[in-house]
């Protein structure tokens, strides 16, 4: 399989809320990078809605959505996590998590009910979160002499590149993100000039 060159994800944070039968479903959306941020969010959620009888969610993660989870937290196996994560993939989405707090109204769902409130409190807070692309980007290193330095420029604008850092000196350097896509033409382009020593840095 290739890698992506960019993936889908959530631009803010959303909330949503469906109600049937006296439960009340409150749904949240985030954007995520780690695992780290999925327990930070469950935590900060339980402890916001402490009272509330479940605390379902679903995650997907990686730049191709390699790694999922769902949890039905105390519902009935597969109509919770399961529509919630149903919800996520058919946004195409990743690095994004959606979590359903329910306060349960007394009376009971059955499973087909529990599955479409799960699903519509899920689609509620992502369609309020938006989707956005990212281009997937790794971080060089450009090192040159200062002849080149107009002629580096040159081609740096010509691909759409912006410079993070730079040092414009009798050694020049230059730190910028590359999209994945282009990485190996922008390599060959600058090749072709003098000089030029381009470097990917370790960016973890």
């Known amino acids: 399989m290739n890698s992506p060159d960019s993936y889908l994800t959530v631009s803010k944070q959303g909330r949503g809320l469906y109600k049937e039968k006296g439960s009340k479903f409150i749904s949240f959306c985030y954007r995520i990078d780690s695992e780290n941020d999925i327990k930070s969010h469950l935590e900060e959620l339980k402890k916001s809605y402490h009272d509330a009888r479940h605390h379902c969610y679903a995650w997907v993660l990686g730049n191709a959505g390699e790694m999922e989870r769902s949890n039905d937290d105390g519902e009935p196996s597969g109509t919770a996590g399961k529509p919630i994560l149903g ?3 058919s946004k195409q989405l990743t690095n994004t998590l959606v979590v ?39 971080s060089f290193l450009l090192e040159f002499k200062y002849p080149e330095l107009n002629q580096v420029l040159k081609l740096l604008k010509e691909e759409g590149l912006s410079p993070k850092e730079y040092s414009y000196e009798m050694d020049c350097k ?12 922008l390599t060959k382009r600058m090749m072709l000039i003098n000089s030029v020593i381009i470097r990917q840095e370790d960016i973890s």
């Open 174 to 185: 230059i730190k910028l993100n590359v999209p994945v896509n282009i990485i190996e033409r």
């Open 100 to 138: 359903v707090v329910r306060y349960f109204g007394g009376t009971l769902l059955g499973s087909s009910g529990l599955f479409r409130a799960y699903k519509t409190a899920a689609a509620d807070a992502i369609d309020n979160a938006g989707i956005i692309k990212i281009e997937i980007s790794e």
């Open 87 to 89: 919800r996520i993939r």
